[in-house]
T-cell receptor, first 128, second 107 residues
Framework: QLQLQESGPGLVKASETLSLTCTVSGGSVGTTRSFWGWIRQSPGKGLEWIGTIYYTGSAYYNPSLKSRVTISLDKSRNLFSLDLKSVTAADTAVYYC?????FGCGETMCYWGWFDTWGQGTLVSVSS | DIQLTQSPSSLSASVGDTVTITCRASGSVSKYLNWYQQTPGRAPNLLIYLASTLQSGVPSRFSGTGSGTDFTLTIHSLRPEDFATYFCQNSFGGPPTFGGGTKVEIK
């Protein structure tokens, strides 16, 4: 059974970089046609998709965060990571790693599928 | 981006009741609409995908209908474990977005 587990600091200073990892068990981030992603949830913004990464390493980001976010794979350690730079208090949220059940991008549009596996979530607070 | 508006934002119901939650999209998403359930302190859990397909392991008292811009999630014969918050999510027509949630509370 696929399981995801987030890890990383629970407190980040404003203007610094938030870095989280998601360790995968019961599956492999390098499996052909596998996809992985991050979603966050805050009282102010609700649930917000951050981005999705394909097993090839190609990543797709929420336009509202694209300039600050990087999602990457580490196939040797079977995990994927999130880096969000220049954080502010607005980035305080519970961060979830997720597995999209389907995903695909054509020339002009992407199909994002549904998120059938979620990590337990990790609260990250941004301090001033 | 597609905006998803859920109604009501909260409702009170009793065990055994049938409740219906609505999700309206700002543009057509065809059948590409999914539903999740979230209990306090837990991650959202997928209930229904592609508007009406029940995720494996989800009880049949949950059902979804709709296409285009208007969708509904119905819970028949509410059980105590169904008191939670429900979210819709689009899979197409722009980046995935979520509705604001509907909290189902015990009357």
């Amino acid at each position: 059974q696929l399981q995801l587990q987030e890890s990383g600091p629970g407190l980040v200073k404003a203007s610094e970089t938030l870095s989280l990892t998601c360790t995968v068990s019961g599956g492999s981030v390098g499996t052909t046609r596998s996809f992985w992603g991050w979603i966050r949830q805050s009282p102010g913004k609700g649930l917000e998709w951050i981005g999705t990464i394909y097993y090839t390493g190609s990543a797709y980001y929420n336009p509202s965060l694209k300039s600050r976010v990087t999602i990457s794979l580490d196939k040797s350690r079977n995990l994927f990571s999130l880096d969000l730079k220049s954080v502010t208090a607005a980035d305080t949220a519970v961060y979830y790693c997720v597995r999209p059940a389907e995903f695909g991008c054509g020339e002009t549009m992407c199909y994002w599928g549904w998120f059938d596996t979620w990590g337990q979530g990790t609260l990250v607070s941004v301090s001033s | 981006d597609i905006q998803l508006t859920q109604s009501p934002s909260s409702l009170s119901a009793s065990v055994g009741d049938t409740v219906t939650i609505t999700c309206r999209a700002s543009g057509s998403v065809s059948k590409y609409l999914n539903w999740y359930q979230q209990t306090p302190g837990r991650a959202p859990n997928l209930l229904i995908y592609l508007a009406s397909t029940l995720q494996s392991g989800v009880p049949s008292r949950f059902s979804g209908t709709g296409s285009g811009t208007d969708f509904t999630l119905t819970i028949h014969s509410l059980r105590p474990e169904d008191f939670a918050t429900y979210f819709c999510q689009n899979s197409f027509g722009g980046p995935p977005t979520f509705g604001g949630g509907t909290k189902v509370e015990i009357k």
